[in-house]
């Protein structure tokens, strides 16, 4: 898988990762969240802790706003 | 006409003309294009470049597998083979440390009988001009682990454009 993104899978493993591609229990991700618009500081800290939900919700958040103000 | 008593070639240019003298310059482009290398020996530089790098972070429950994929597509432009060689590691942990490598060696800190551990280049979805090389970990140690994982590609680079690798 190109670029940074986290995966969720069906038995609640969360992986980040970054330009390679992960499967559990040979099954591919559930949810893909897209993480382009991390910081180097954000992406790193998710390798620290990849369920770290408040940051994930941060970046979740730049993105919607950046959406908004594109409309 | 004949211009060779002139001292002037077909063109009208000078015989003694130094394009007359020396062979064309063939650009790069044009000997791609044109010609067939055949030799014994051949010395060329910066044909190997390396790729960016990969990392995988996350949590692994005991009695699961986890599939690490490393994918090397070529350039769209040129759609040439890859030729290239994976570079993988993989830890328990969140980072790598020496004494927490899973593969390809265990270190000091892995008791080798709580993983099974298997990999290979898989021929299952190679499509001819990608790479794919595959790590298999099963967690048997009873509980769950953080697993981190890193590589690069070593790659030739005899194509006009740069390979993804995802």
Redesign the interface.
Known sequence: ???RNL?KFK????????????????EEPIEIIDLSEATEKEFQQ??????NKGIVQKIMNRVDKRGKDMV | MDYDKLGLDSRLRAKSALSNIYPPIVRGVDFDGQYQVQTKNIRVSQLVGT???????????NN????????LNPNKSNNQPNFALPFLAAYIG??AVGSMQLYPRYGAGIANAKYQVHSGFDYQSWNGTNMVFRVTVENNSGGSQNI??T?RWKVLGYGYGTS???
Do not use: C, H, W, Y
């Open positions: 898988m190109r670029g995966l038995n609640g493993s969360t992986f980040v990762i970054e330009n390679i591609g992960i499967e559990v229990n040979g998710l390798q620290g802790k990849p369920d | 790729s960016e790098v990969a990392t995988a972070t996350g949590g692994m429950d699961t597998s986890l599939t690490i994929s490393a994918t969140t980072s981190f994982v590589g993804s690798q995802g």
